[in-house]
């Protein structure tokens, strides 16, 4: 028997409101099924189980706020094993109902007597009334009957909300802005990186024309819909890069640098409404090209639909911020912890470039590193960096 936990979904991350299980007590559980959905401050994550089992006890109620680390489901090994449950997880769950109730009367919205008494009968999550409050969002639009008012709810209306002008001043934009859940977690992650790791920086200008070339006759045999964009294959160039210079994949814990075995890149994806999450790109070391191009494809879709799994929230052993899109040409980034280093990708652009006694113009790329130098120094970074261009010149390696 064990308990299944609250996991940690980032460095950031204190708390989590529990939205919906995706089981029921007696049910069977394998390792890697997706048991429940949590909302936290970037949006609703779908959690795993990683043990096989039977659910004896369910110990939080749905809609219940639950401090990471909080027992949230006791799995018992054994399917013939009686049903029971300790008295000290009974005791756990009016605790939580207690807290939640706290909670929504320690911050009550602004409203009307009108308000008030619609709100009363309106159900929304903790995290959702309290991003109302943020975002100056009107409670009383809501209809009760059509369920519970949940995060996403409330910033599709702060969205409806800010495209009428009469309604938030430029002033009004920026207080949104500042305040929301998920700027809050970025700010606390960033500036912890800031103040705990000490960066160093390194770039590279890549000649993109081989591996560019080498893309265009590959997709030319291939139909729309299986075609590989540049991205991919930056990708895959920066994992097995990694494969060679191990030492900037993984973690600095506990005082000590840690290198993981597997290669998980977090991709640095903006959401349509703002934000940032970096999900991981899972096992990436042991894909192909094709492979790398169809999971980003899947990832992408479903981090902006919010579907996201909480082992692609944890999983990380390096970030890749790619803002190229924007026609920014380096990308300075910040190390999340507990990271290793941060991969920046540029924007392509002609450039002049000398071969040999000439100058011509080819497509190039400015690269970028920024290493925790607690683990690594300016050599290891230097060495990845070469690692990458060299593939990126011999593109047939890549696949």
């Given at each position: 028997?064990?308990?299944?936990?609250?996991?940690?979904?980032?460095?950031?991350?204190?708390?989590?409101?529990?939205?919906?299980?995706?089981?029921?007590?007696?049910?069977?559980?394998?390792?890697?099924?997706?048991?429940?959905?949590?909302?936290?401050?970037?949006?609703?994550?779908?959690?795993?189980?990683?043990?096989?089992?039977?659910v004896e006890k369910l110990l939080v109620k749905e809609e219940s706020e639950c401090k990471v680390g909080e027992p949230l489901a006791i799995i018992a090994s054994d399917e013939k094993k009686p049903l029971h449950v300790e008295e000290k997880h009974e005791s756990k769950q009016p605790v939580v109902q207690e807290t939640k109730e706290e909670q929504i009367v320690s911050e009550p919205p602004k409203p009307t007597a009108l308000h008030?008494?619609?709100?009363?009968?309106?159900?929304?999550?903790?995290?959702?009334?309290?991003?109302?409050?943020?975002?100056?969002?009107?409670?009383?639009?809501?209809?009760?009957?059509?369920?519970?008012?949940?995060?996403?709810?409330?910033?599709?209306?702060?969205?409806?909300?800010?495209?009428?002008?009469?309604?938030?001043?430029?002033?009004?934009?920026?207080?949104?802005?500042?305040?929301?859940?998920?700027?809050?977690?970025?700010?606390?992650?960033?500036?912890?990186?800031?103040?705990?790791?000490?960066?160093?920086?390194?770039?590279?200008?890549?000649?993109?024309?081989?591996?560019?070339?080498?893309?265009?006759?590959?997709?030319?045999?291939?139909?729309?819909?299986?075609?590989?964009?540049?991205?991919?294959?930056?990708?895959?160039?920066?994992?097995?890069?990694?494969?060679?210079?191990?030492?900037?994949?993984?973690?600095?814990?506990?005082?000590?640098?840690?290198?993981?075995?597997?290669?998980?890149?977090?991709?640095?994806?903006?959401?349509?409404?703002?934000?940032?999450?970096?999900?991981?790109?899972?096992?990436?070391?042991?894909?192909?090209?094709?492979?790398?191009?169809?999971?980003?494809?899947?990832?992408?879709?479903?981090?902006?639909?919010?579907?996201?799994?909480?082992?692609?929230?944890?999983?990380?052993?390096?970030?890749?911020?790619?803002?190229?899109?924007?026609?920014?040409?380096?990308?300075?980034?910040?190390?999340?912890?507990?990271?290793?280093?941060?991969?920046?990708?540029?924007?392509?652009?002609?450039?002049?470039?000398?071969?040999?006694?000439?100058?011509?113009?080819?497509?190039?790329?400015?690269?970028?590193?920024?290493?925790?130098?607690?683990?690594?120094?300016?050599?290891?970074?230097?060495?990845?960096?070469?690692?990458?261009?060299?593939?990126?010149?011999?593109?047939?390696?890549?696949?």
């Amino acid at each position: 028997m064990s308990e299944f936990l609250m996991p940690s979904l980032g460095a950031d991350m204190e708390s989590a409101i529990l939205m919906e299980w995706l089981v029921k007590e007696g049910d069977r559980v394998t390792n890697g099924q997706v048991i429940a959905e949590v909302e936290t401050s970037k949006g609703v994550i779908e959690i795993e189980i990683f043990e096989d089992g039977i659910v004896e006890k369910l110990l939080v109620k749905e809609e219940s706020e639950c401090k990471v680390g909080e027992p949230l489901a006791i799995i018992a090994s054994d399917e013939k094993k009686p049903l029971h449950v300790e008295e000290k997880h009974e005791s756990k769950q009016p605790v939580v109902q207690e807290t939640k109730e706290e909670q929504i009367v320690s911050e009550p919205p602004k409203p009307t007597a009108l308000h008030v008494e619609q709100e009363a009968r309106l159900k929304i999550s903790p995290a959702a009334r309290k991003r109302a409050g943020e975002m100056g969002v009107d409670l009383s639009k809501f209809d009760p009957k059509e369920g519970v008012v949940q995060l996403s709810k409330i910033e599709a209306a702060s969205t409806t909300e800010q495209e009428e002008p009469t309604k938030i001043e430029s002033k009004s934009d920026a207080h949104i802005e500042k305040n929301s859940g998920m700027r809050q977690a970025i700010a606390a992650a960033m500036s912890r990186s800031n103040a705990e790791i000490p960066h160093y920086y390194l770039s590279t200008s890549i000649n993109m024309t081989p591996a560019l070339k080498y893309l265009e006759e590959l997709n030319k045999k291939r139909s729309i819909k299986d075609r590989i964009l540049p991205v991919a294959i930056l990708i895959r160039a920066v994992v097995l890069s990694l494969k060679e210079v191990p030492e900037l994949n993984g973690f600095w814990q506990d005082n000590s640098h840690q290198i993981s075995k597997e290669i998980h890149p977090g991709i640095a994806i903006a959401l349509r409404k703002g934000g940032l999450i970096t999900p991981a790109l899972l096992n990436a070391d042991i894909m192909t090209i094709d492979d790398t191009m169809n999971s980003l494809s899947d990832l992408i879709t479903r981090t902006r639909g919010g579907k996201l799994r909480s082992s692609e929230m944890i999983a990380q052993t390096i970030t890749i911020t790619n803002l190229g899109d924007l026609g920014v040409e380096s990308v300075y980034g910040v190390i999340y912890p507990p990271q290793l280093a941060i991969v920046g990708l540029g924007a392509i652009i002609d450039s002049p470039w000398a071969e040999g006694d000439s100058l011509c113009v080819r497509k190039v790329m400015r690269a970028t590193l920024a290493g925790d130098h607690r683990a690594t120094d300016g050599r290891t970074g230097g060495l990845f960096l070469d690692k990458l261009n060299s593939y990126l010149q011999n593109p047939k390696e890549l696949l």
